[in-house]
């Protein structure tokens, strides 16, 4: 959500976070639940309609961190890390969002972050992108990696992304260098199969 209107610049500022109950509205109408039985409701709902989501009706509440985030008028609005194991290659798609007045023309780098198993690669060739005003534009980074440490369940490593945009921008992001396969019956991590166990 855009907050920009409502921060005051120079100024304490607040930011509340509300919980919607998972018994939310669906349906426009009213629906009667008064008879629904069973330990899986914590209470009879008060609103028109319950949709239980997975099995874990017990655990509600806010999931993830909260942020506020401030960005320039030309920022990396997304991105999406896209690691083959198969073609030893990393892609990254970026998106380039302008909300300034005026067309931009801006160069989009990345690296990851130099680490004890990121030394063979650590930098893309950079793209230029004209953006204008009011709009976004994508972008898509490729660089070949002959032997990055695999991401799986039991090595679960981890690198991070520097994307920077030459207006100054600059955005972190955490990946893991995996990839999912599903050959008929059969799931597949990095190439080798994997079985899948779960309780429904």
């Not at 023309?105 to 972050?113: D, G």
């Amino acid at each position: 959500m855009d907050t920009t209107d409502a921060v005051r610049t120079g100024a304490d500022n607040e930011l509340l976070v509300g919980v919607c109950d998972w018994t939310g509205i669906f349906l426009d109408r009213a629906t009667d639940l008064t008879d629904i039985k069973g330990a899986w409701i914590r209470e009879v709902p008060r609103d028109q309609a319950l949709s239980p989501v997975g099995g874990l009706t017990e655990a509600y509440g806010i999931w993830d961190d909260v942020k506020l985030v401030t960005h320039a008028p030309v920022y990396v609005s997304d991105l999406f890390i896209k690691p083959s194991v198969a073609r030893k290659r990393l892609t990254v798609d970026v998106t380039v969002t302008n909300e300034s007045d005026a067309a931009t023309e801006v160069s989009v780098a990345a690296e990851v972050e130099r680490s004890e198993a990121a030394d063979e690669l650590h930098r893309f060739t950079p793209q230029t992108v004209s953006v204008p005003a009011g709009e976004s534009r994508g972008v898509t980074l490729e660089a070949d990696w002959a032997t990055p440490h695999l991401w799986s369940h039991l090595d679960p490593h981890l690198y991070f992304l520097r994307t920077t945009l030459s207006t100054g921008d600059v955005r972190r992001t955490r990946f893991g260098f995996r990839e999912f396969e599903v050959r008929g019956p059969s799931f597949y991590l990095n190439g080798k199969k994997l079985n899948l166990l779960a309780t429904s």
